[in-house]
Structures are given as structure tokens and as C-alpha cells.
């Protein structure tokens, strides 16, 4: 663009008050999903958490189970309950993407960033999941935006908010502590950064993020750093192999939405233009996302990567292709509908995924549907109900994290679930009654990880009553098997290890 030459306006869907429509008419929709489907395994078990708030937990840092627990604290022990701090922070957390891309490019790149973050299948898709990944995105995004305001205002005590935000995105995820590698490259990077050293508040933000990650070091001191060894244990295991790589790649692609991806692969390219001569925009969203970048592609030569793992820099990546196409020229309209095409299949896969989570459509095709974790579980409820009271059970027993996590939120006003096993994940609860195990109780598996072999060791008494059909519409999508169990011989629960 010529000097003095003036930037054509804003389309509507670019400008505030269309990307409040566009962003509110979907958090509407993920309201309805997130109040009418089921719980997915895991956020049956982060429920758990949320009952029972603690310092930190072994899987994960606190932040999930806190949220969890203010939304039942509002709305009571329910589906949404669990959810609503992840849609509400979505919200914020969308603000905070538009802000941040506005004051390090303009607001041409901050709507383009709030479209594609939006349409990413993994927002659009699992937005409405409470899991740790949300508060982790959220914290991480907030963090950025810190760092933004820093930049422009040149206020060294905008460090203390960055301190903090970065302080609780470490108690949502471990992997957050890639940004704060990320953030000492850019100090070193980028010469206007370099004075911030020299600032008190540089240090007052890094000693904010270390207090606030004292419950986890807490937590983890008093339980043989169990957490630590479960998280970073993996970091590196096994020869190398590029079988995972490719896999890595091909799920961040695809949720992120493959043709976004190619839009931030090409804005990566751009950006990198800009690196290189240490200008801070492009140096400062590099660099943020380099660390864990690199971490995730070396650990893909080890071992597979979770596909949500990645999720913490789908924001970078939303700036990273609105970079690209805001700036675009007039006469480069394959790009500009390339991008369009983008934002309308994330919308549309969003829409037609949320409705589907609630009422299904798949019909014969069921058992391949990926959101089949949410199906079927009331009637097992319902099934399991009756053969609780038909046996006179004073206690239903599981070995699977996941299923205990579904019957015990199915029966919560019934009698209690109890994990026989991994008895670690539990240790933020109250210790079962170990009365309870002198009556008949039952015990409730997936078929696929029957142990009913180690359940005759333990009890005197393993009676098979029957199998479960968990399906929809007709269609089985798992089987569980049912079991009395009575007469305890031996120990009830597995020891507990933690490492």
C-alpha cells in the first residue's frame, strides 16, 4: 500500500459488531450442546474433581477441577454445571484473541484471527469440553495478550498481569511452561525487550507465576512428586521412530481445520520475514510458540502425541493465518476465498457436530462416529439402577477411571462407586467406608477390560449377572458386563503406586 493511501473499510463480518453475532450466535448453540449431551469419559472424571477441590490432583494441575467446582457451586451437580466456565471463558477468551491481534497488527488480522480461531475444529468441536485443556488455552491466550498490552504501552508493570496469567495457566497444564521459555527468548531476541531486564517488574511477574504454582509444588511434595513423574516421565521415552510424526501433523491439520492450516502455514512464512529482522510482533508471537512447538515434534519421535496437546497455540495460529490473508492483495482471490471456505466449513462442521451431539443422526454408522463417548449412557444408568436394587447392592465397583467416572455421576444419588484400582486418582476424597465391602456390591466393567480374574482374589463370591448394550439408535456401540461380587478374601484395592 502506497504511502498516505487509505485502507478499504472493514467488511461487517470483520468489524466488532459482526464478530459479536458471529461468536454469540455459536456460543449460543455450544450452550445447548453443552447443557443436553452427556458427559465424554474424561470429563466424567474431572466432575469428580470439581466435587472434591484440591490443591492439585494426579493427572493434572487444579485449574479444571476449581472450574468445575464453581460451576456446580452455581448450578448444582449437572452436565452444564461442568461446563460452564469453559463456554464463559471461551467468550473471554475470543475478546482477548481480538485484542491482542489488534494491537500487534491491526483490526483487519484481529477479525480474520477471531473467525479462524472460532472455525478451528477443535474450538468449534470441543469448545463446550471441560477439560484441561481449557483453562490451559485460556491462560495461555491471556498471557499473550499481557504481553501485547506490554508491548504497546510500554508499561513495565503490565509484566505483574503477565506474571499472573502465566501463573495460572501453569495451574491448568505443565505444558505452559513453554511459554515462559518462550517469553525469555524473546526478551533475548528482540533489542527493544532486552531493557525489561533491568525493570523490577519483570521479576515480580516471574516470582507472581512461581507463587502461583506453589499449590502444585505443594501438592506434589506431599505425594512423591506423583504428578511429576506421570507428566514429564514420558518426555523423551523410547528409541526413535517417525511413525508418530505424521500422525502428530495430521491431527494438528486437522483440528485446526486443514484449509485454516494452510492459510497459517503461509502466515508463518510471512511472519518469519518479519522475525528476522527482530521485529517485535512477529518475534514476539514466534517465539512464544517455538518452545512447545519443538517439544511436541521431538516427542513425536518417540511417542504418539495427543492430538488436543497441541491446543494451548491454536490462538498464534488463528493470528498467524489472519496475518496472511489481511494481506492479501485485491487481485489474490483464491486466497480470499480459500479463507472463506475455511471459516464456512468450521462454522458449518460446528453447527452440524453440536446439533448431532444432542440428537444423533448416524443410524447404522454409529460405532464410527466420534462422539460415540457421549451416547448411550443414560439407559446404562437406568440398567445398572435396577440391578442395584434387584441385588440389594450396597456399592458399585469399577476398574477404569473413565466408567467410574460416567455410573458414578449416573448414580449419585444411589449408593457410592469406587474405583478398585488406581486408587491414587482418588486421594483428594474421602476413603470409602471399608464396611461397605462386607456386604454384596457390584461390580461393573467394559468387556474389553474384563478383570474378572482379579476379582476372584479379592472376593470370595463373582457371580456374572448379565451384559450391557450401550447404544444408539439400535446400533451397539460397547458392551459392559455385570457382576455381584460378596465376601471380601483378600485386599480390595489395588496398592497404590505412584510412579
Known amino acids: 500500500m502506497n504511502p498516505g493511501t487509505q485502507a478499504p473499510a472493514l467488511p461487517f463480518f470483520l468489524r466488532p459488531a459482526g464478530l459479536m453475532v458471529i461468536v454469540g450466535l455459536l456460543t449460543i448453540l455450544k450452550i445447548y450442546a453443552a447443557a443436553n449431551a452427556h458427559f465424554v469419559e474424561d470429563e466424567a472424571y474431572y466432575r469428580i474433581w470439581g466435587l472434591f477441590p484440591a490443591l492439585s490432583y494426579y493427572d493434572h494441575p487444579p485449574m479444571i477441577g476449581w472450574w468445575i467446582a464453581a460451576g456446580q457451586a452455581i448450578f448444582g451437580d449437572t452436565v452444564f454445571a461442568v461446563r460452564f466456565l469453559v463456554i464463559l471463558t471461551g467468550l473471554i477468551g475470543t475478546l482477548a484473541l481480538w485484542r491482542t491481534a489488534s494491537i500487534l497488527f491491526d483490526e483487519r488480522v484481529a477479525g480474520w484471527a477471531v473467525l479462524f480461531f472460532n472455525s478451528s475444529l477443535l474450538v468449534g468441536i470441543g469448545g463446550i ?7 490451559s488455552v485460556f491462560f495461555w491466550g491471556l498471557s499473550l495478550w499481557a504481553l501485547a498490552e506490554l508491548s504497546r504501552s510500554r508499561n513495565a508493570n503490565w509484566w505483574l498481569m503477565v506474571g499472573l496469567m502465566a501463573g495460572c495457566g501453569l495451574l491448568a497444564k505443565y505444558s505452559v511452561l513453554f511459554l515462559g521459555a518462550g517469553i525469555v527468548l524473546w526478551l533475548l531476541w528482540v533489542p527493544g525487550s532486552r531493557r525489561w531486564w533491568t525493570t523490577w517488574q519483570l521479576w515480580a511477574g516471574g516470582a507472581i507465576a512461581v507463587i502461583c504454582f506453589l499449590p502444585v509444588l505443594y501438592w506434589n511434595h506431599a505425594h512423591e512428586w506423583v504428578s511429576f513423574y506421570k507428566q514429564f516421565g514420558r518426555a523423551g521415552s523410547g528409541g526413535y521412530t517417525a511413525k508418530y510424526i505424521f500422525e502428530f501433523l495430521g491431527a494438528l491439520i486437522g483440528l485446526l481445520n486443514p484449509l485454516i492450516a494452510i492459510l497459517a502455514g503461509l502466515g508463518a512464512v510471512t511472519l518469519f520475514g518479519a522475525f528476522r529482522k527482530r521485529e517485535n510482533a512477529a518475534s514476539l508471537l514466534i517465539l512464544t510458540a ?75 454408522f454409529a460405532r464410527k462416529d466420534p462422539t460415540f463417548q457421549l451416547r448411550g449412557w443414560p439407559e446404562i444408568g437406568e440398567a445398572v439402577r435396577a440391578f442395584v436394587t434387584k441385588e440389594g447392592a450396597a456399592y458399585v465397583a469399577t476398574t477404569s477411571y473413565g466408567l467410574n467416572g460416567q455410573i458414578d455421576y449416573l448414580l449419585k444419588d444411589t449408593v457410592p462407586v469406587v474405583q478398585l484400582t488406581e486408587r491414587i486418582r ?14 454384596p456390591g457390584l461390580y461393573v466393567t467394559e468387556k474389553r477390560r474384563n478383570k474378572e480374574g482379579d476379582l476372584k482374589k479379592s472376593f470370595s463370591s463373582v457371580k456374572e449377572l448379565g451384559e450391557l448394550e450401550r447404544k444408539v439408535d439400535g446400533v451397539r456401540l460397547e458392551d459392559l458386563v455385570v457382576y455381584r461380587i460378596e465376601g471380601p478374601i483378600g485386599p480390595v484395592f489395588e496398592p497404590m503406586e505412584v510412579r
Open 129 to 135: 469440553l471441560a477439560t484441561p485443556d481449557a483453562p
Open 290 to 364: 517455538l518452545p512447545f512447538i519443538l517439544y511436541l515434534l521431538y516427542h513425536s519421535l518417540h511417542s504418539r502425541v495427543q492430538a488436543n496437546w497441541p491446543a494451548p497455540l491454536f490462538p498464534a495460529f488463528a493470528i498467524a493465518a489472519a496475518v496472511f490473508v489481511a494481506g492479501l492483495r485485491a487481485d489474490q482471490a483464491f486466497w480470499k476465498r480459500l479463507a472463506a471456505g475455511g471459516v464456512g466449513l468450521g462454522v458449518l462442521i460446528a453447527v452440524v457436530v453440536q446439533i448431532h451431539a444432542v440428537s444423533p443422526v448416524t443410524g447404522q
Open 426 to 439: 482418588y486421594i483428594m476424597a474421602p476413603e470409602p467406608d471399608m464396611n461397605l465391602f462386607g456386604k
